[in-house]
């Protein structure tokens, strides 16, 4: 009884796929097949090279941060100071805001209808929905942007073009490559322990590796399962990735990604920075990286603190300090947003000083930083004097690789929407800030794959109604870069 | 689904243990998921995914619709066995494990064709879990862990244990070692280890881990976990077998025996020997880990 593939439910065929993805992809050009582009004429913009994506855990009140609204819970020590017309912020929280707030575009109409840090975290990563019934296909959009920028690889990367930092440690951990080829799936690098793990080799530990990974091929060669050729599946893949390991522990840019000085801890304000998960020091891996020119293009920097719903999930006692101050996982907002505002402000001003890919261009016009969040927080404060989760309107910002400084986009009050500040009826969501970063890197955001292991077809900015009965718009948030 | 209510005055929660299994459903679900963790692959997957109209050979779904099990017969025969030994999921483990299918070799010779999945014509070949990998290099090096704390589930704080746990696997919950860095603790290592492998949260939903990564390879070659177990220093394999005189012949042997749980070929003996021809010691520190490099010892076969 062999049945033949057509035969096969969709769901039979997603596990096949999972068990077999060494053989049947073991060619990177062999799945997905059929990449179309969609009817829509979509022209990307191509204004970065690079991106830096920084996924703010735990949804950061945007009404104490990036959509100031003065109410009459709002603590008075906020120090409140204009960046532009429409811009305020706080000088208590954001001390060093005058080293990024004037370069930044704000969007602050969008809007989420999950208001689980999970299925925010997962719709950030994936670039679409949570559905349950696809999980195992749907790759993170880093893998895809990864799938279309294989092109302009040289033979001398080594690193992979999607690389993240702690996203081990937060809600939605890495989501892979789903029926992308592995070699898509992203290297997360762990704060709490990559400079431990992979820092500490000198010269001699490099002529260790060098020798034992001679050895390793001698015994594999030598082994009646050989390199593992006739275990099949998942054995097949080890073979790869090792491949692409040791040529990344063996690359000195990659211990010089590791390098990082007292100086720039101190700037980055990795010292005072208490959680597992350093935030600058993930922001320090994600410039590192960038600048060593070793093949990756899309750094995901999750601002995971201790891990759970990230540090910002503040429920309880927003402004709560001293005794007051919330417990385990979380931060009172004086402490978690000048955590974000030091590493933020320290990455921007370094990009801004480094020398671009093209002359004349610096690596911050060349890439573009996104602060990103799950949803919002509610305009009006619980009984525990905290916020809760909020979706009709949150904020995200933009920064470099081509974004308008000063652009904002979109009024709210009330916590709702009064200006879209866009082309569209409908308000921006996660999808279109999805489709920004394909187009800013180049990537038509209309394409889909028709063929895809369970027969739907993927689309690279999602449209299917969300929530309600509209269609969500394929566009980019085109009022950023005008 | 049987549409059966509580009686009277029944405790609901006896009364849906009394309900539930009544169903040859339960029974199609409970040995699906054995066949699952056995074989790899269900009979239906995902195992959480049964269409119950698509499950009856006698009655199959008018077309296109195909009927979901990969073999229908045997999984309703599986259950109805389940059923007739009193739900004993010993009783579902023997039977599996005398069949033929859980007893095929990964090696398949021949061409391998995608088809062959559902036919079960070959051992599927799967990524170690988080708990299995970290704890098999301790296993295989003979150096187990010092777990001297753990994260408490109460106020994530720190609990300090009377008799150290030696493996990731003694620990109710793996994710406890999480966390708790203290001067020569390993905590951390093993927990970034884990995560290599995807361990998941209790919070966290579960994510496919069965995904073989780079980052597990560069775990596995530089992690101060393997570096350190691979040295021919303290009580690792590798140093009481030299201290205990043994030939070359003897430790090479072990060394195969312990990581592969296999004796070594006559060509890996002399790839082995040309090894430790140069320096004894740092040869068979090479060997060790070599081997647990190996992709015979990084899959589950």
Known sequence: MVKRLEEMSRRELLKLFGISVGAVIADSAAWPRNVQAQSKKITPRGTARNVIFIQNCGAMSQNETFDFKETKWTAKDLNIQKVNSEFLISKTLFPQYERWAPKAAVVRTLWENSLVHFTGMYHSQAGRAFNPAIIREVPAFGSVVAYELEKDRKPSDTFPTYMSVDLWNTRCPQIGSGMLHPKFAGLDLNTSTVFDSFAGGDAKAEVDLARRWEVLNRISEASPSGSGNTLGGKADEYGAHYEYAYKILMDPRFKKVLNVTDEERQRYGVDKDKGTCKLGLAMLLARNVLASDAGTRFMWVSNAYNGNNGAADNHDQIYGRGALAPRGFLLPIYDSVPRLDAAVGSLIEDLSKMPGKEPGKTMLDETMVVIGHEFGRTPDMNLNFGRDHWGPAYTDVFIGGGVKPGRMIGRTEGGKSIDHGWAYKQQPMKDHVTATVYSALGIDYSKKFEKTPSGRAYEYQQTAPLGGPSFIPLTDIAELFV | ?301
């Open chain 2, 1 to 301: 689904m049987t549409g059966e209510k509580p009686k009277p005055g029944e405790d609901p929660r006896k009364a849906l243990g009394r309900i539930l299994p009544s169903h040859i459903q339960f029974a199609r679900a409970a040995v699906n998921n054995v066949w699952a963790k056995l074989l790899v692959v269900g009979l239906v997957e995902p195992t959480d995914g049964f269409d119950l109209n698509r499950l009856d050979p006698k009655n199959p779904p008018p077309k296109p619709w195909t009927l979901q099990p990969a073999n229908p017969e045997l999984l309703q025969a599986l259950a109805e066995d389940f059923r007739a030994n009193n739900y004993s999921i010993q009783h579902v483990i023997k039977t599996i494990m005398k069949s033929n299918a859980y007893q095929l070799s990964t090696s398949f010779r021949g061409e391998w064709k995608l088809a062959y999945i559902p036919c079960f014509a070959r051992r599927f070949v799967r990524v170690l879990s988080p708990v299995e990998a970290v704890d098999m290099v301790a296993q295989a090096t003979d150096q187990p862990y010092e777990i001297k704390e753990v994260r408490g589930t109460v106020g994530n704080r720190a609990e300090k244990l009377e008799v150290p746990f030696n493996y990731v696997s003694q620990l109710f919950d793996p994710v406890a070692v999480k966390g708790l860095e203290r001067p020569g603790s390993e905590n951390l290592q093993i927990y970034a280890f884990m995560q290599a492998y995807y361990q998941a949260e209790r919070t966290t939903p579960p994510i496919d881990k069965n995904v073989a990564t780079p980052v597990q390879a560069m775990m596995m070659m530089t992690s101060p976990l393997v570096q350190k177990r691979v040295k021919a220093e303290g009580t690792t394999r590798v140093a009481k077998l030299l201290q205990a005189g043994k030939s070359d012949d003897q430790v090479i042997e072990e060394l195969f025996l312990a990581t592969l749980s296999r004796h070594p070929k006559t060509d890996e003996v002399d790839v082995a020997k040309r090894v430790i021809a140069k320096d004894r010691t740092i040869g068979f520190e090479d060997i060790q880990w070599a081997l647990l490099n190996t992709t015979e010892f990084l899959v589950n076969h």
